[in-house]
Structure formats: structure tokens, C-alpha cells
């Protein structure tokens, strides 16, 4: 049974969202990070941090940067504005939470995959471009 960590630190603005956790002395190399518009997960044995977002950020433009003992999240926010609280309202529903990690899983690997199948075709368009200048 994982150890829930609730020593994190949070700061917004309206455009966005600071979370400091810290990583009681693990090495950066060993902590799992997942990020999704909605979810964060943090996990280094045995210490879990995961948090339901109150609204959706910009997945793509945030960062996470782990070092000096803490990992450091600048999380983009979709909507400006200031939220008050970090977590959604129903954070406590067990079933939710299990819906919503569910739910965050299946959007990752939709995102993996249309990535995958981007790079897939940026490679072939770059071997014709190749093989069309090669002939001319």
C-alpha cells in the first residue's frame, strides 16, 4: 500500500498552475511521472502523489522538472482563471477516481498512438522527398 504524500505545495495565477512535491530523498532517476489535461500521478515506492485537476491544462505546453529534491510542476491552465482549489469537487467519490484514471489511461495511448502514426508518416514523406531528389 502506497504512502499518500499531502506535504505538496500549490500557487496559481489565472493563466498558470505551480505544485511542488517533495521527493524525501529518492533519486530523480526513479520517480514515475504521469500527466494528462486532468490528472497528475507522481510515484516513487513507496510514495504516491496523484491529483485530480479542478479544470483542464494544457498537457502539451506544461513541464515537469524534477531535481534539488522535489519535482516541479508549471502546468499551463485552459480556461484563465483563478480556481481556489486544486482538486475537482469529487475527489473523494472512490468510484470516480477510478473512472477518471481509466479514462486519462485510454487518452494517453490515444495520444501515443496519433503520435506514433505521425512520425510514421513524417519518416515515409521524408524517404519519397529523398528518393524523388535522388532521381531528379
Known amino acids: 500500500m502506497p504512502i499518500v504524500i499531502k506535504d505538496y505545495t500549490w500557487e496559481e495565477t489565472e493563466k498558470t498552475l505551480y505544485i511542488t ?3 524525501k530523498g529518492v533519486r530523480p532517476n526513479k520517480v514515475d511521472i504521469f500527466s494528462i489535461e486532468t490528472y497528475i500521478k507522481v510515484h516513487y515506492p513507496p510514495y504516491l502523489f496523484e491529483s485530480f485537476l479542478f479544470e483542464p ?3 502539451q505546453k506544461s513541464t515537469a522538472q524534477v531535481g534539488n529534491g522535489v519535482v516541479v510542476f508549471k502546468l499551463e491552465k485552459q480556461t484563465p482563471s483563478v480556481w481556489g482549489q486544486l ?3 469529487q475527489t473523494d467519490d472512490r468510484d470516480w477516481q477510478q473512472n477518471q484514471r481509466q ?3 485510454e487518452r494517453y495511448r490515444e ?3 496519433q503520435e506514433k502514426a505521425t512520425k510514421v508518416d513524417a519518416k515515409r514523406d521524408c524517404d519519397r522527398f529523398g528518393v524523388k531528389s535522388q532521381m531528379a
Open 21 to 23: 512535491i517533495p521527493l
Open 57 to 59: 491544462v494544457y498537457d
Open 87 to 89: 482538486q475537482h469537487p
Open 103 to 105: 479514462l486519462a489511461v
Open 111 to 113: 495520444r501515443a498512438e
